[in-house]
């Protein structure tokens, strides 16, 4: 799998886009970027995936660069509820359909009031 | 309406004692996960079953044995726990090909 790097934290004020940067420079060709959230002492939970496009849902968009060797995760009105550790997984499929993610440190996003 | 339940959320025990956490998802998805988020806050994966059978075991050692009595349950059975097992286990789920995990809430093992 792919390496990924984030930065440890960032901080946003509340109503603010929070752009949330990850580097992923040996990413193949057949590897999705996927990112999760994890809000304290909670589960994990997805937020977003795309393969080369970029992609927009109700909790954010995805900006994919045309390399695909970096993406940006994009919370356009962040609240405090999104105070969160996010984590920027690159992953290819598995056989059996299992997707074995593997979560690195990921970026502490603390809003601010 | 829990999409993914996990029972206990909090379970302590001392060492050498073997306990259980069960997981039951009402998705209706066909692929389940166990994973282990250590003091450092690390998640990895542990397992994975789709449709009852083990997909990914992730070099746990054998103490440690999964069962899916059936596709919408994965339960976890650990034997003679020991003091580096204490974690917050996640089990999580996904529809087959899907790319969205769902997980749930934990459970903070504690072993004494």
């Known amino acids: 799998d792919a390496k990924t790097t984030q930065p440890t934290s960032m901080d946003c004020a509340e109503g603010r886009a929070a752009n949330l940067p990850c580097n992923h420079s040996?990413?193949?060709?057949?590897?999705?970027v996927y990112w999760y959230r994890q809000i304290h002492s909670q589960g994990p939970q997805y937020i977003i995936h795309?393969?080369?496009n970029n992609e927009t849902n109700e909790m954010a968009s995805l900006i994919i660069t045309e390399d695909r060797k970096s993406s940006t995760l994009i919370l356009p009105h962040a609240t405090l509820r999104d105070t969160a550790v996010y984590y920027c997984?690159?992953?290819?499929?598995?056989?059996?359909?299992?997707?074995?993610?593997?979560f690195g440190k990921g970026t502490k996003l603390t809003v601010n009031p | 309406d829990t999409a993914v339940s996990q029972t206990p959320k909090y379970l302590v025990t001392q060492m050498g004692n073997d306990k259980s956490i069960k997981c039951e998802q009402n998705?209706?998805?066909?692929?389940m996960y166990w994973y282990k988020q250590d003091s450092k806050k690390f998640l990895k994966i542990m397992f994975s079953?789709?449709?009852?059978?083990?997909?990914i075991n992730e070099t746990v050692p054998n103490r440690f044995s999964p069962k899916s009595p059936d596709k919408a349950h994965l339960n976890l059975h650990i034997n003679s726990l020991e003091l580096g097992d204490s974690a917050v286990y996640f089990c999580?789920?996904?529809?087959?090909?899907?790319?969205?995990?769902?997980f749930g809430p934990g459970t903070r093992l504690t072993v004494t």
């Open positions: 998705l209706g998805h066909d692929t």
């Open positions: 079953y789709n449709n009852k059978e083990l997909i």
């Open positions: 999580a789920s996904s529809r087959p090909r899907g790319r969205e995990q769902y």
């Open positions: 997984i690159v992953r290819a499929s598995m056989r059996g359909g299992s997707e074995k993610l593997v």
């Open positions: 040996t990413i193949s060709g057949n590897e999705y």
């Open positions: 795309g393969l080369k």
